[in-house]
Every structure is written in structure tokens, then in C-alpha cells.
């Protein structure tokens, strides 16, 4: 049993238990969605002086930090308790695609060692990778109003059409960065 | 400390996002190249979930732990929020392989790389903020 849960989950367990935890947060009266904590830690951080959008009641929002804390801690645990030291079963044709791109392991580790190791962030190319896809995730969650967890899972969910538009939305920046300007980066040392 | 629940509500979220390789950013890239079901069966499969357990909620009048009804407010009826600010979203999601659940949860995997992410998503959250008025909804 302890064996299993170290290996990867497959996703007929990982999406079913997904829709569990959203049931569980709409059980407890509230909303799942994690990109609404951004806007929460600005408002604290006192943004309220530059805009109306921070002036809002965060200490109801205090719930969304707590599980956000949790998210962090499960991380940890699953990292340090529960992981295999097996390699990610990738798709081979990616596998030497990103080989071909200067990516040495593909799937060694959950992440590319060149680009998210801790020095990466001293490099162009993670720089680029970590200032510039953090900025676009908070700027572009806010603007949809969401992110996977509230539009993608919640949203869908409750047959949303607006969320569905913003999941389109989701695949035409995400297939527009991976084909056209992710090799770009990733020629950058 | 009734908000307890939630702490552990989050480490069920953090552990299925590690373990299922939500986190990993080639599972990011596969899904964007198309090159894998993985991705695909976890939000799909969470999807169909989720729409069965929504329609029981609504038609068996299930009433939260507070004994209120469970509201679902509709989403306005506009596209170009969507459109635009998911777009956004969607290249920062393939760059750093990570969605805004995620993007904690590497922390807590120990990539400390990612307290830069977060600094800079709190950065644009800012941004979209300050810039509001003048963006199209």
C-alpha cells in the first residue's frame, strides 16, 4: 500500500480526487479557486493605496490563504515522504525533442534541472522563464477572473460558459509560448 | 479553530498536485504539444466529476456544514476577459509549467526558484490592479 502511493498517481485517481476537494471547499461554503490568493497578499501588502481593486475585505479570504499554506506543506510532504526515485514516464518523441533543446534528463526529475534549479534564476533564460511567467499568471489570472482551479475545474463544472471561453484562452497562450517562443528561451543561456 | 479543516483541505491539494505531476512543467509541455493523455484525463476526468457532483448538489438541495444552501453565482456574460486575460495566463502557464495552486506547491517540493514566481505573479496581480480601468472586460 505504501508502495503505491509513491508511485505517480494515474489521472482516473488524481482528476476524480480533484472534484472531491472542490465538492469538500463548496461543502464547507466556500469556493475552489487558487489564483484569488494573489490579489488577497496584495491587499495585505497594502496595494489598496494604488487601487480600488485591493480595497476589499480580505479577512474573508483568510480560509484561502490557510488551504494555500496547506498546499505548500503537501508539497513538502509528498516531496519528502512520498516520492520514487524512478524517472517520469514522458512521451519519448518529447523526450528527445527537449533533448534537442538543450534539456540533458527530460523527466530525471519533476522539473528541468537547466531551467528551474535554484542558480537557473541567476541565468537569462530562467530569469526570463521565472519573472516573466510569474508576472503573466498574476496578471492574466486576475484579468480572466480565474485560473485552472476556478475557471477549468469549478467553472466547467458548473457549465460556465465564460469559463469556457477563458480555457480556450488558456490552450492559444499556452500552444502560442510552446511552439513559437519557448525554443527561443531555451537556445538563451 | 474551526479553519483548521482547510489547512488539511490544502495538504490533500499540494499532495495530489505532486503526486499526479500536475507540478511538473513537462507534463505542461506534453499537454501543449498535444503528446500526452495525462493531463487531459486529470482535468477531464475532474470535469465530469465535478459537472455530477455539481447537478446532485442542485437537484438533492445538499446544504453546506453552516446548514446554508450551496450558491453558485453565474460568471458575467462577456468574452474578452476571458479571452484576453486566459490567453495571458496560458503563456505564463507553459513557461513555468505551473498554475497559481502549483506554483506554492513547488516551494514546498523545496524548488525555492519558484519564490520567484510567486513574487512576480504578485507583481502582475498588482498590475492588473493598477491598470483596470483601461483594460477591455
Redesign the interface.
Given at each position: 500500500m505504501i508502495e503505491l502511493?509513491k508511485e505517480?498517481?494515474?489521472?482516473?485517481?488524481?482528476?476524480?480526487?480533484?472534484?472531491?476537494?472542490?465538492?469538500?471547499?463548496?461543502?464547507?461554503?466556500?469556493n475552489f479557486g487558487?489564483?484569488s490568493?494573489?490579489?488577497t497578499?496584495?491587499s495585505i501588502?497594502g496595494?489598496g493605496r494604488?487601487?480600488e481593486?485591493?480595497r476589499f475585505d480580505w479577512k474573508s479570504q483568510?480560509?484561502?490563504l490557510?488551504?494555500?499554506?496547506?498546499?505548500?506543506?503537501?508539497?513538502?510532504?509528498?516531496?519528502e515522504y512520498?516520492?520514487s526515485a524512478a524517472p517520469?514516464d514522458?512521451?519519448s518523441?518529447?523526450i528527445i525533442?527537449?533533448q534537442s533543446l538543450g534539456i540533458k534528463n527530460?523527466?530525471e526529475q519533476?522539473?528541468?534541472e537547466e531551467?528551474?534549479?535554484?542558480d537557473?534564476?541567476f541565468s537569462l533564460r530562467?530569469m526570463?522563464?521565472?519573472?516573466?511567467?510569474?508576472?503573466?499568471?498574476?496578471?492574466?489570472?486576475?484579468?480572466?477572473?480565474g485560473?485552472?482551479?476556478g475557471?477549468?475545474?469549478?467553472?466547467?463544472?458548473?457549465?460556465?460558459?465564460?469559463?469556457l471561453?477563458?480555457?480556450?484562452?488558456?490552450?492559444?497562450?499556452?500552444?502560442?509560448?510552446?511552439?513559437f517562443?519557448?525554443p527561443i528561451?531555451l537556445s538563451l543561456k | 479553530m474551526r479553519k483548521i479543516k482547510f489547512l488539511f483541505a490544502g495538504l490533500l491539494l499540494g499532495i495530489i498536485f505532486t503526486k499526479s505531476e500536475v507540478v511538473s512543467w513537462y507534463r505542461i509541455y506534453e499537454m501543449f504539444k498535444f503528446k500526452s493523455f495525462h493531463m487531459f484525463g486529470i482535468i477531464g476526468s475532474a470535469i465530469i466529476t465535478g459537472i455530477i457532483i455539481i447537478q446532485v448538489i442542485k437537484k438533492r438541495r445538499i446544504k453546506s456544514i453552516n446548514g446554508t444552501s450551496i450558491l453558485f453565482t453565474p460568471k458575467q456574460i462577456t468574452w474578452k476577459r476571458y479571452l484576453f486575460g486566459g490567453t495571458i495566463f496560458g503563456l505564463g502557464w507553459a513557461m513555468t509549467g505551473a498554475c497559481p495552486g502549483p506554483i506554492f506547491t513547488l516551494v514546498g517540493n523545496g524548488y525555492l526558484s519558484f519564490l520567484v514566481v510567486v513574487f512576480s505573479a504578485l507583481i502582475g496581480t498588482f498590475l492588473y490592479g493598477y491598470f483596470i480601468k483601461k483594460l477591455p472586460h
Open positions: 502511493i505517480p498517481w494515474p489521472w482516473y485517481i488524481a482528476g476524480p480526487l480533484i472534484a472531491l476537494m472542490m465538492f469538500l471547499l463548496l461543502f464547507f461554503g466556500k487558487l489564483s490568493n494573489l490579489r497578499m496584495c501588502g496595494a494604488f487601487s481593486f485591493f483568510i480560509w484561502n490557510i488551504l494555500l499554506s496547506g498546499v505548500v506543506l503537501g508539497g513538502f510532504i509528498a516531496s512520498m516520492s517520469m514522458l512521451n518523441d518529447i525533442e527537449l527530460p523527466g519533476l522539473l528541468p531551467l528551474f534549479a535554484t537557473a534564476i530562467g526570463i522563464l521565472l519573472v516573466g511567467g510569474g508576472v503573466l499568471i498574476g496578471f492574466g489570472t486576475r484579468w480572466a477572473g485560473c485552472t482551479s475557471h477549468a475545474i469549478s467553472g466547467l463544472s458548473n457549465l460556465q460558459l465564460p469559463s471561453i477563458a480555457v480556450i484562452g488558456f490552450f492559444i497562450g499556452g500552444i502560442t509560448m510552446t511552439y517562443f519557448l528561451i | -
